[in-house]
């Protein structure tokens, strides 16, 4: 019989069959619920759509019925003029963002699943984006199912970031990850479908830090990518085998790629004609491969 433990005040050495009834009737719980759905409906979506890229915004994916993509997963850009942004006010940016995480809620089932990628900028001062993306995702209705840390540290550049050099006169901290931010729409446990996860990474990638590499924007013709390995973790962790994955911020195809190797398929969208010219041909040679 596995040994139940409850909630200590110095922790328990034992964790299997932890009962955490007490901490969830605590005052810190008390006014924070869970936000719940009772439509259970999931709607087709037409082979003419599924593993597509639109090449138009995603603040309005008319394409795509409500309640019928299982997970979501992008990058947004981040709006620090890099060649692909509009060169947003913070306001202008975070309306954008709102829209099409609106439209995110909309086209996910009940229990479908949103992961952010996205890393905080500037100095002066710093612009935490996480924290303003976290918040446009709960006053939309998703419910937090926590943060991932990328951690980069180990394919970091020599750029210098440091302000005061050896001085606390103006010393400046030196980012070296980025943050993956984990919602549900609706239910936290999904009905059951065939998994692909094995147990090694099961165990290590529900830890809350993860170590990647970052990618070669030269080799995937994009200045700003993230590895393929990202999506390839978080298609295992968060989805079945025959899922829809979307991306609104497709940019050079690198979730629709991990989508296909995985046994998913995928819809994107992006306002770049030359970045879904890109992903098209990234996603080819994937079927010339399979």
Not at 95 to 117: D, F, H, P, S, W
Not at 268 to 288: F, L, N, P
Request: with cysteine; proline share 4%.
């Amino acid at each position: 019989m596995r040994k139940s433990t409850e909630t200590s005040s110095f922790g328990v050495s034992a964790r299997e069959g932890h009962n955490a009834e007490k901490f969830y009737q605590s005052n810190l719980y008390n006014g924070i619920n869970l936000v719940e759905i009772t439509d259970t409906n999931v709607n087709s979506i037409s082979n003419e759509i599924i593993n597509n890229i639109f090449q138009h915004t995603a603040e309005n994916m008319y394409e795509l019925p409500d309640n019928s993509v299982h997970l979501m997963i992008t990058s947004p850009p981040y709006n620090v003029t890099k060649e692909y942004d509009q060169n947003l006010t913070l306001n202008q940016y975070l309306q954008l963002i709102e829209k099409v995480m609106r439209e995110t809620y909309r086209v996910l089932i009940n229990g479908g699943r949103a992961c952010v990628n996205i890393a905080n900028v500037g100095r002066k001062p710093y612009i935490p984006l996480s924290d303003h993306i976290g918040r446009i995702m709960t006053d939309i209705g998703f419910n937090n199912r926590g943060q991932i840390i990328w951690d980069k540290a180990a394919s970091a550049g020599g750029s210098c970031a440091w302000g005061s050099w050896q001085s606390a006169s103006n010393p400046s901290l030196r980012d070296v990850h980025e943050y993956i931010l984990v919602f549900s729409k609706g239910n936290l446990k999904r009905t059951k479908g065939k998994d692909t996860i094995r147990k090694e990474d099961f165990l290590e990638w529900t830890k809350s830090i993860w170590k990647m590499n970052t990618e070669s924007a030269k080799r995937v013709k994009h200045p700003a990518p993230f590895p393929e390995e990202l999506p390839h973790r978080l298609i295992n962790l968060y989805s079945f085998e025959n899922d829809i994955v979307l991306d609104p911020f497709m940019g050079s195809g690198t979730t629709a790629v991990a989508a296909l190797k995985n046994k998913r398929n995928f819809i994107g969208y992006d306002i770049s004609e030359e970045y879904v010219k890109i992903a098209y041909e990234r996603i080819d040679s994937v079927g010339q491969l399979l």
